[in-house]
Nanobody, 120 residues
């Protein structure tokens, strides 16, 4: 099995910063893309940022210039540095990872989510 454990969420004032972490553990051969999604109340889950195994990144327009995704391949961990936070960033943040448990078998796994609340 594979588990993704997120940490770093919390309550912050508008303009503040938070850093989210997500560590993958278990039976892992390799990890391809990793990413962060978020879901606000009454809204669909949306992509925030993603990063490939070689470091290519992709961001939602709403977070470009404010959020930075990075990863530590040796520790199977992905990070999301969130700066200049806005109340509209309030959501549950989920990490995901495309994990190979063998050279030919890949599945997408999700973390349990961490709450980020930005007060105005």
């Amino acid at each position: 099995q594979v588990q993704l454990a997120e940490s770093g969420g919390g309550l912050v004032q508008a303009g503040g910063s938070l850093r989210l972490s997500c560590a993958a553990s278990g039976s892992i051969f390799s990890i391809n893309a990793m990413g962060w999604y978020r879901q606000a109340p009454g809204k669909q889950r949306e992509l925030v940022a993603s990063i490939t195994s070689v470091g290519s990144t992709n961001y939602a327009n709403s977070v470009k210039g404010r959020f930075t995704i990075s990863r530590d391949n040796a520790k199977n961990t992905v990070f999301l540095q969130m700066n200049s936070l806005k109340p509209e960033d309030t959501a549950v943040y989920f990490c995901n990872a495309d994990v190979r448990r063998s050279p030919i078998r890949e599945m997408t796994y999700w973390g349990q989510g961490t709450q980020v609340t930005v007060s105005s």
